[in-house]
């Protein structure tokens, strides 16, 4: 019973966040539920599946070669989680749809690069490592969260010690992976090397970067493989050679960039993208005459393969069947305990027909204000249909929510209640007209 109904948080208010107080404005869009989760801090315990993953490919790694950091806040600024990194001004990460703002200036980071400005600049390794949560504005749904979990990690070096790096490149582990070419997508945009690298620097640094991914891609997803055998899966897919691909990319702070793909049961699964560090961040954070790389993977997917997690939210979930399940340091199967039934309830609705004075309207405003009130009774929320009337030029969606709960059956009458609380802030919000 974790639900609670929470109003939006209004302009020229203030908010109140790790003892920081911040003035909201007509950027604010992150809800009180979604601040709540700031504070549970999955990756830092020992016991849960983020956190376990994290220790995993933490312990791989060499504590003088790399420093790990995992208390970062999870409030940036604008200019940390975008500016910095070269993001052009219209990248659609940048836009009130995507992304959770405090006000104008802080934001809830997207990604944990929006640390790659502080880190650069106080490191004293040559590499290091960042877990964090992080927070998005998105759909909902069994692979879906506005709040997930990345690990980012980043090495640099002199310019023009090709010595070192060689040495380096040496010294990382064999893995037990077929790693499939480059692959070029059709759509790839332009992925150059750097005019202030030698072509020898950039595959040099491209190639350390590469195998440091593989030793992370093959540490965990061997385990994995590993702990399904142990626990007496026959499937044949646990005695196969695990594949990788890497797939060309492309981010605003890396050249070139890459993407890797892990091939589990039947699909190419994005787990991290990464690249060369571009000249223009490492000038930003004061690191001058360097090279290097970084990447960054998503903790979540990975966990819900490799414990047998079948939910993203499950992960967030206070039921102790789902909590006492994991020890520290050990990959075991999640055992799933009984779902309760479920209901759905369709909404559908004309949109304002004078878009001019109203807010646009996007399909992540309903999957949040069906959050605001829902939380997590619900499961999933889909656009069933849309279309605009041929006389009356208006248009129309209508989407579906599935309310399920992880640890009770739902009544009817708590299911209208919530269903209500949506349907009203929707016209309130939004001023439009339910069918
Ligand atoms: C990034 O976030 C970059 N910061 C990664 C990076 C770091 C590139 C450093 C270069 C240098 P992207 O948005 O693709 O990239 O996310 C990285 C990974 O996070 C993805 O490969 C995926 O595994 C995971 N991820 C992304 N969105 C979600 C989501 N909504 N839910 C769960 N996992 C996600
Ligand atoms: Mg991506």
Request: hydrophobic share 35%; net charge negative; aromatic share 12%.
């Amino acid at each position: 019973a974790q639900r609670r109904c929470y109003s939006a948080i209004k302009k020229d208010d203030v908010i109140s966040i790790d003892g920081v107080d911040y003035k909201t404005d007509g950027w604010t869009n992150v809800p009180q539920s979604i601040l709540d989760l700031t504070g549970r801090k999955l990756h830092l315990r020992k016991d849960h599946p983020i956190g376990i993953l994290s220790n995993l490919i933490k312990n791989k790694f060499d504590k003088k070669e790399y420093t790990f950091y995992n208390n970062f806040k999870p409030v940036v600024t604008t200019f940390e989680n975008f500016d910095v990194l070269d993001f052009p001004q219209d990248h659609v990460g940048r836009s009130k749809s995507d992304t959770y703002y405090i006000n104008k200036d802080n934001l809830l980071r997207t990604h944990t690069s929006a640390h790659e400005y502080e880190c650069f600049k106080e490191t004293k390794t040559p590499g290091y490592f960042i877990s964090a949560d992080v927070y998005r504005r998105d759909e909902i749904d069994r692979t879906h969260y506005p709040a997930f979990h990345q690990m980012e990690g980043a090495r640099i070096w002199k310019k023009g010690d090709i010595e070192q790096i060689k040495k380096d490149l040496k010294s990382i582990p064999p893995v037990d992976l077929v790693v499939e070419d480059v692959v070029r997508p059709f759509d790839a945009v332009d992925n150059p090397k750097q005019a202030h690298m030698t072509d020898e620097e950039t595959d040099l640094v491209g190639q350390h970067l590469r195998r440091t991914c593989e030793v992370i891609v093959d540490t965990v997803f061997n385990e994995a493989k590993k702990a399904g055998k142990l626990a007496g899966s026959t499937d044949p897919f646990l005695n196969e050679p695990l594949k990788v691909r890497w797939v060309e990319a492309y981010f605003p702070w890396t050249a070139p960039s890459w993407e890797i793909e892990v091939w589990w049961k039947g699909e190419w699964l994005e787990c991290l993208g990464c690249g060369v560090v571009r000249k223009v961040v490492l000038d930003n954070s004061g690191v001058d005459n360097s090279i290097g790389w970084a990447f960054g993977i998503g903790l979540d997917r990975i966990a819900m393969l490799l414990f047998g997690v079948p939910d993203i939210r499950l992960f967030w979930s206070l039921d102790e069947r789902f909590s006492k399940q994991f020890k520290e340091n050990t990959i075991t199967n999640f055992v799933p305990y009984s779902k309760y039934p479920g209901t759905q309830r369709d909404i559908s609705f004309w949109l304002p027909k004078s878009v001019e004075n109203s807010a646009p309207f996007h399909s992540n405003d309903f999957f949040e204000i069906a959050r605001e009130f829902g939380g997590d009774l619900i499961e999933n929320v889909s656009i069933v249909d849309e279309f605009t009337h041929p006389k009356t030029g208006k248009s129309s969606k209508c989407y579906r929510i599935n309310y399920q709960s992880m640890d009770k059956t739902l009544t009817n009458e708590q299911v209208n209640e919530i269903n209500e609380a949506i349907r009203k802030a929707l016209t309130e919000r939004f001023e439009v007209e339910l069918r």
